[in-house]
């Protein structure tokens, strides 16, 4: 049997987007999105929690209070909650391997009833 060790930081934040439909912009709606990152040692290697929490609270901060729209990878791409959590997985994955883990599942939430998530498949 093998154990898969895992953590798992959920974390808040308010910012605001509109979508883009092909008739022009929607109106611009804040959101408290939830993000639940689940993150692995690489190897035998214990992370600090305070660690991994600090690093995803920088990515995070980034945007907290904006519009994403305004931001220059949404420029062209619509912001919805797919984009945005391709997004953050790409922005949160480098800070992971900087603390010798990876990132293995990211879930981003817009509301308590709408979710995307996205799972790195190892094997």
Not at 54 to 60: F, G, N, P, R, T
Request: proline share 3%.
């Amino acid at each position: 049997m093998k154990l898969v060790h895992t953590y798992k930081i959920k974390s808040y934040v308010n910012a605001s987007h509109a979508m883009r439909w092909k008739s022009g912009e929607g109106q611009q709606h804040i959101h408290t999105w939830e993000i639940v990152c689940e993150i692995r040692s690489k190897g035998d290697h214990m992370i600090v929690f305070r660690d991994i929490e600090q690093a995803i609270k920088d990515v995070l901060d980034s945007f907290s209070g904006k519009f994403l729209n305004k931001l220059p990878y949404f420029k062209e791409i619509n912001p919805t909650v797919e984009n945005v959590t391709i997004w953050l997985f790409d922005l949160i994955t480098p800070e992971m391997e900087q603390l010798s883990a990876q990132l293995v599942r990211i879930e981003v939430s817009e509301s308590p009833t709408r979710s995307y998530s996205i799972e790195v498949d190892n094997e």
